[in-house]
């Protein structure tokens, strides 16, 4: 008889809260391992936004991804066997983890399998909370700033308070970047704490208009929040460069933001369009890219910043706070013992 595990469960799409369930007979994954492949004892779960953003789509989370199935992307744990062809990694070595979210069972599990680009060695000492709130922001943010900047650009960083805004501003800091963020008045400490060179406060007005205010010409846009895109966007010619990119991070969640997102992208400039290349980012797993920011975690160049922690019985109440989408940071489960 094959052994089980508790695993949070979700049976069809709609609202996290309502859907989620712990259950204590999810089968455990075990060995053979395919090529590359590690089994994990999951320690703590990194939560994101797309984690319960794609449950929401109606019929459009069953095309993205698989249904009934556990949420969550990253994670932190201790190696427990390793395939016969992994030699960089051993049985009892510290591991941050980032799941395909498309390809089914998640981090809210006491084990999982993590094939070859999901994966990163960490010392083992590193603190496992840290290390699971770091795979997706951290990939997110190095990828939608390394491509684009080189020593001494200037980039702005739309919403720099959450988790993937926290460690963009460390990423870009590590990479030479001069950064200003946009945050809330309560927030700009945090900005400022992490490395963020100059502040705009979207509480003291709007935000287009502080961009043509301040005269900086930037190099380089990340857009983490997306409501306000378009208008940033459209305006983009008034503070970034001829030539400097406007990457959108967070996609749109409705019809009218489809359409947004469409016009930017293939509308030309005297039809309305933008003025700039425009990228509608997507994270992908990369080896490297994760090898290069365990090596950051490691040095001590770029650290999580963590809101709060929840215990694993309380992933639904966890889920509920991220919602507000007021965290200062990320939000992690303990789904085992750190020790």
Request: some cysteine; glycine content about 10%; overall charge neutral.
């Amino acid at each position: 008889m094959s052994k089980t595990m508790k695993a949070w469960r979700f049976d069809t799409p709609g609202p996290i809260e309502e859907t989620l369930r712990l259950v204590d007979d999810v089968p455990q994954p075990s060995a053979p391992l395919r090529k590359g492949q590690v089994l994990v004892e999951v320690a703590s779960a990194g939560l994101n936004p797309a984690d319960y953003k794609m449950l929401q789509l109606g019929l459009v989370s069953k095309a993205i991804t698989t249904i009934p199935g556990t949420p969550g992307m990253d994670l932190s744990g201790r190696v427990l066997s390793v395939a016969d062809d992994v030699t960089d990694t051993k049985t009892g070595d510290v591991v941050l983890v980032r799941l395909d979210p498309t390809k089914g069972p998640g981090a809210l599990s006491q084990y999982i399998i993590a094939d070859r680009a999901d994966y990163a060695v960490l010392p083992p000492d590193f603190d496992l909370d840290l290390a699971a709130g770091a795979p997706t922001t951290a990939l997110t943010a190095y990828q939608s700033i390394k491509p684009y900047v080189q020593t001494g650009s200037k980039v702005f960083i739309n919403g720099g308070s959450g988790g993937v805004g926290t460690i963009g501003i460390q990423i870009a800091k590590a990479l030479g970047c001069h950064v200003t963020v946009s945050c809330s008045t309560g927030k700009k400490e945090l900005c400022e704490r992490v490395g963020a060179d100059a502040i705009i406060d979207y509480k003291a007005g709007d935000i287009v208009t502080q961009l043509k205010e301040s005269g900086t010409i930037f190099d380089h846009i990340v857009d983490n929040v997306g409501s306000s895109f378009p208008d940033i966007y459209n305006q983009a010619s008034h503070f970034l460069r001829p030539g400097g990119a406007f990457v959108l991070v967070s996609g749109p969640a409705s019809l009218s933001g489809v359409k947004n997102v469409v016009t930017a992208q293939f509308l030309p400039s005297f039809l309305g369009g933008g003025k700039h290349r425009f990228v509608l980012y997507m994270t992908k797993n990369d080896r490297d890219d994760l090898a290069q920011i365990a090596k950051w975690l490691a040095e001590g160049v770029i650290k999580t910043v963590i809101d709060s922690t929840f215990e694993f019985n309380e992933a639904v109440e966890a889920f509920t706070y991220l919602k507000k989408g007021s965290s200062g940071g990320k939000v992690i489960v303990h789904v085992s013992s750190k020790a």
